[in-house]
């Protein structure tokens, strides 16, 4: 059997975690800083837990470049198909306070205090106002859209653009920004900015989406599940941005959200259920809430601390080696998803990559293989002799097939070299 050492893995997801993070963790899970107690077995009260998610925090926003002073860290649970619900209701509901804010200034102080007066002038925005904006650029974003006609009714949700419709009902490529349907005054709107199945990366933050000189603009909320910690992101430009753990920040079982305080009390705070029922909008469960988790700095209910000690560590270990941050990792990103891509443009009649150029993903690089005409047969042969060499967890997603190499923050220079000489090897054999 071969070594850990001896194993490239390009899983999509739990993915491969750095070593000596793992070994640190293990020695932690049986005797934590001396304590005799492992990690696990601490109390999510304690200030040993404290510390672990402080550090946490405060190292992601080092990493990352944005200011704890107006932004939020928030450890949750439910992944991040979890948030597409929480997203949801949290940013729905604060459009609604906006909304009530509003009426009540406009009706005045004393025809405020008619609430029945009040109701039917909120309901009435409601009906005629209220719209969140999804941009389907892959499954991930598609999920995330049906999420919400599920939850908050498709009256309210509106389909910016469906990348399928110019790419032969598949997804591969992002629609041009022109072509988008954007609503007036949004309560959000959503995207994936990497699509883990199909293999379709923004290259940059949507330009019809940036702030204005004067601050305003949408209010934009993004799944960074499986390209965060890799590349530079203007994080000003988003209210609200969560990712899984378990592609380049740790292990399942935590989800992190990033939102804008600006969102939190005292500056706004999420309607009453009970007003809530009395518009026909979807009352979150507390866990979703994010204001009740940013109050109890994550530890509302039982969190891993154990997953977010992972997490933590795999930041310190990012913050050495990386001094100048995430942007030591994009160059070594780049550098590892230019090799294997150069591999495959260099035998087309072996490969064929499925998104757009336009669009690759740098993290989920998504082919086929072709040669010889057919198909099944050729992606057997390349997943075989791949795994005799410890080239591992290459297979593509089960709904769209074919090979995924999941070029992670774990995959080292080495690994991207070994795949990149793979696939000239196996295109020549």
């Given at each position: 059997m071969p070594a850990r050492a001896d194993i490239t893995y390009f899983g999509a997801g739990p993915a491969a975690l750095p070593t000596d993070v793992l070994e640190t963790a293990a020695q932690a899970l049986l005797d934590y800083q001396g304590t005799g107690l492992g990690i696990a077995e601490h109390s999510h009260r304690s200030e040993l837990a404290a510390k672990i998610i402080n550090e946490a925090k405060a190292d992601l926003a080092t990493y990352l470049d944005f200011s704890p002073e107006q932004y939020e860290v928030l450890f949750m649970q439910g992944g991040g198909t979890g948030e597409f619900a929480a997203s949801m209701y949290n940013l729905v509901g604060a459009w609604v306070s906006r909304q009530h804010a509003a009426v009540q200034k406009e009706l005045g102080e004393g025809a405020a205090a008619d609430e029945a007066q009040v109701l039917a002038a909120l309901r009435q925005r409601v009906e005629s106002g209220l719209k969140v904006d999804y941009i389907v650029t892959g499954s991930w974003s598609l999920k995330a859209y049906q999420e919400a006609v599920r939850l908050l009714g498709p009256e309210y949700v509106n389909l910016v653009c469906d990348a399928r419709t110019i790419n032969d009902g598949k997804f591969g490529k992002i629609p041009d920004e022109s072509t988008w349907k954007l609503s007036k005054d949004a309560a959000y709107v959503y995207f994936c900015d990497n699509e883990t199945v199909d293999g379709v990366e923004f290259p940059n933050f949507p330009k019809i989406l940036e702030p204005k000189e004067d601050?305003?603009?949408?209010?934009?909320?993004s799944d960074m599940s499986s390209n965060i910690l890799s590349r530079r992101i203007p994080v000003n430009n988003y209210s609200l941005l969560f990712f899984g753990a378990q592609k380049n920040l740790g292990c399942t079982g935590v989800a992190v959200a990033i939102l804008k305080k600006t969102f939190l009390p005292p500056t706004l705070s999420q309607p009453s259920p009970a007003l809530l029922r009395k518009l026909a909008l979807p009352i979150p469960p507390i866990v979703l809430q994010y204001e009740i988790i940013a109050k109890n700095n994550s530890l509302y209910n039982t969190l891993s601390i154990f997953d977010v000690y992972i997490a933590g560590q795999v930041l310190k270990k990012l913050l050495a080696t990386f001094p100048n941050g995430v942007d030591g990792q994009q160059a070594l990103a780049e550098k590892k998803a230019e090799l294997i891509y150069s591999a495959l443009e260099a035998h087309p009649e072996a490969y064929k990559i499925v998104?757009?150029?336009?669009?690759?993903?740098?993290?989920?690089?998504?082919?086929?293989?072709?040669?010889?005409?057919?198909?099944?047969?050729?992606?057997?042969?390349?997943?075989?002799?791949?795994?005799?060499?410890?080239?591992?967890?290459?297979?593509?997603?089960?709904?769209?097939?074919?090979i995924r190499a999941s070029n992670y923050n774990s995959i080292p220079l080495e690994g991207a070299e070994k795949l990149a000489n793979f696939i000239h090897e196996f295109a020549k054999a």
């Open positions: 601050g305003t603009g949408p209010i934009v909320v998104p757009d150029k336009s669009a690759r993903s740098k993290m989920n690089i998504c082919f086929r293989v072709i040669k010889g005409g057919n198909v099944d047969e050729a992606e057997k042969a390349f997943l075989k002799e791949s795994t005799a060499i410890n080239l591992t967890g290459l297979k593509g997603h089960r709904s769209v097939g074919g």
